[in-house]
């Protein structure tokens, strides 16, 4: 059977990677899409039922990416574009936050992007891209809010890592970029920012995202953008 190419999008349950996977399939372009929900993951699969690959894993946990391996192996995949858009949200005041906090900000923002890097490089086609979706609040010299220290450490955290692996994958011929959105209205914004109504809708985001993700490498590597009318919303 030969290999085909497809683009694995991880957050694609809900919000803004929903979008971005359904602005890709719509494009015929093969998705792999992961998240925790299952049965979330599942409307997307009974909508594109022979375009998508759905996974349902905790990126947070070192296991869950041997069953990403097994199934890029099993369906023969190689992927064009990586889109590490799952993230979580933690608001609250710093001198509250504990060890515990910042393990699970760590291991869901930061440690799941260098696992699903390290899994997916092998997989990854000449000329293809990764990309990082970090925040308008993990972006050097935008305003920061109070209750959002980890969250904004934690993002910020990637567009190092995008920069570093700019330089080391270039060899490969693969390009790193992180996206720093600003506000997007979805659930995540509401328990950011109770109340605020963001310029962006999610699916406004995902056409981009998925633009961005199928042709920007020919002009950026190792950029840290700031997608955002304004600082911060
Ligand atoms: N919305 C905004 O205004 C905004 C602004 C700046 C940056 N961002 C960034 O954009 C990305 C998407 O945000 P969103 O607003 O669409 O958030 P959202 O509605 O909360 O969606 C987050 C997605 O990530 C998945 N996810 C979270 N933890 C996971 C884990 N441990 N393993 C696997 N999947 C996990 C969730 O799926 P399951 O729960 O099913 O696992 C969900 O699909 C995030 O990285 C966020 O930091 C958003």
New binding site residues.
């Given amino acids: 059977m030969p290999s085909e190419n497809a683009v694995l999008i991880?957050?694609?349950?809900?919000?803004?990677?929903?979008?971005t996977a359904l602005a890709l399939l719509k494009q015929n372009v093969k998705v792999v899409a992961?998240?925790?929900?299952?049965d979330?993951?599942q409307e997307l699969q009974s909508q594109y039922p022979d375009q998508v690959f759905t996974l349902?894993?905790?990126?947070?946990?070192d296991e869950?990416y041997t069953s990403v391996i097994k199934l890029l192996n099993d369906n023969n995949l190689q992927l064009e574009a990586v889109i590490?858009?799952?993230?979580?949200?933690l608001n609250k005041p710093f001198l509250e936050t504990t060890t515990e906090d910042w393990d699970f900000l760590l291991?869901?923002?930061l440690m799941?992007s260098v696992n699903l890097i390290k899994t997916c490089h092998p997989f990854m086609v000449k000329g293809s891209h990764i990309v990082q979706?970090?925040?308008?609040?993990?972006f050097q010299g935008s305003s920061k809010f109070p209750g959002l220290s980890a969250?904004s450490v934690t993002?910020g955290s990637l567009s190092i890592l995008t920069e570093s692996l700019a330089v080391e994958f270039f060899k490969d011929d693969i390009r790193v970029n992180c996206l720093?959105?600003?506000?997007?209205?979805?659930?995540?914004?509401e328990?950011?920012?109770p109340g605020l109504q963001?310029p962006?809708q999610?699916n406004e985001?995902g056409a981009y995202i998925a633009e961005f993700a199928m042709h920007a490498q020919k002009y950026f590597n190792g950029k840290v953008l700031p997608v955002s009318l304004a600082d911060p919303?």
């Fill in positions: 991880t957050g694609a349950s809900r919000g803004i990677g929903k979008e992961l998240a925790r929900s299952g979330k993951l349902a894993v905790d990126l947070s946990i869950s590490h858009n799952a993230g979580a949200l291991k869901a923002n799941s979706i970090g925040s308008m609040g993990g969250y993002k720093c959105l600003g506000a997007v209205q979805t659930e995540m914004l328990a950011a920012f963001a962006v999610p985001m919303s």
